[in-house]
T-cell receptor, first 114, second 113 residues
Framework: DTEVTQTPKHLVMGMTNKKSLKCEQH?????MYWYKQKAKKPPELMFV???????INESVPSRFSPECPNSSLLNLHLHALQPEDSALYLC?????????????FGSGTRLTVV | GQQLNQSPQSMFIQEGEDVSMNCTSS?????WLWYKQDPGEGPVLLIA?????ELTSNGRLTAQFGITRKDSFLNISASIPSDVGIYFC?????????????FGKGTLLTVNP
């Protein structure tokens, strides 16, 4: 299995809702990432998990809460989002944070906040 | 912080033509990666470069890691309609920043059949 699987593919949520994005990989990668991507812009790093521990938070607002239940799973919990948070949310993984390998990206969750 | 300048921003070419795009950095990178992204999908890794001067091919794609470690280019030969998409370069530094990929702003490629 050489894929990163993200669910759901699309999500529409109200500003008072609570929802979660899920990411799964079975490549034995020990680093996992959340990126946010606006239309026609490059991905922007949000969080880095290394060996299931949060190692980097790129000053992301607390309405985004990541969680890594085990080495294969990464969640992003969403609460009280704003319309400007609408974007494509990408999960990625790599063998390790300092390793010489490319990052494998999932197909993303297209999030719309109404 | 580290910045990448990717050019051109967009290209409109005829099927069969060759394409070249490049990225330059204000600082040294240890790894250069080239990704392609189709609409509604995540970026897909095309080529990874790990050594200064390295020249690597993947089918019709060829990429090079610049000698100065501050630049990289991607060439696509004999373009076909399915080459359409956004191409991103990405670099990874060393030391405390080695976890982070810095992305270029992308090159939007359109291929006319």
């Amino acid at each position: 299995d050489t894929e990163v699987t993200q669910t759901p593919k699309h999500l529409v949520m109200g500003m008072t809702n609570k929802k979660s994005l899920k990411c799964e990989q079975h490549m034995g990668h020990r680093a996992m990432y959340w990126y946010k991507q606006k239309a026609k812009k490059p991905p922007e790093l949000m969080f880095v998990y290394s060996y299931e521990k949060l190692s980097i938070n790129e000053s992301v607002p607390s309405r985004f809460s990541p969680e890594c239940p085990n080495s294969s799973l990464l969640n992003l919990h969403l609460h009280a989002l704003q319309p400007e948070d609408s974007a494509l949310y990408l999960c990625a993984s790599s063998q390790e944070t300092g390793g010489l390998s490319g990052y494998t990206f999932g197909s993303g969750t297209r999030l719309t906040v109404v | 912080g580290q910045q990448l300048n990717q050019s051109p921003q967009s290209m409109f070419i005829q099927e069969g033509e060759d394409v070249s795009m490049n990225c330059t950095s204000s600082s040294i990178f240890n790894t250069w990666l080239w990704y392609k992204q189709d609409p509604g999908e995540g970026p897909v890794l095309l080529i990874a470069l790990y050594k200064a001067g390295e020249l690597t091919s993947n089918g019709r794609l060829t990429a090079q890691f610049g000698i100065t470690r501050k630049d990289s280019f991607l060439n696509i030969s004999a373009s076909i309609p399915s080459d359409v998409g956004i191409y991103f370069c990405a670099g990874r530094g060393s030391g405390g920043s080695n976890y982070k990929l810095t992305f270029g702003k992308g090159t939007l490629l359109t291929v006319n059949p």
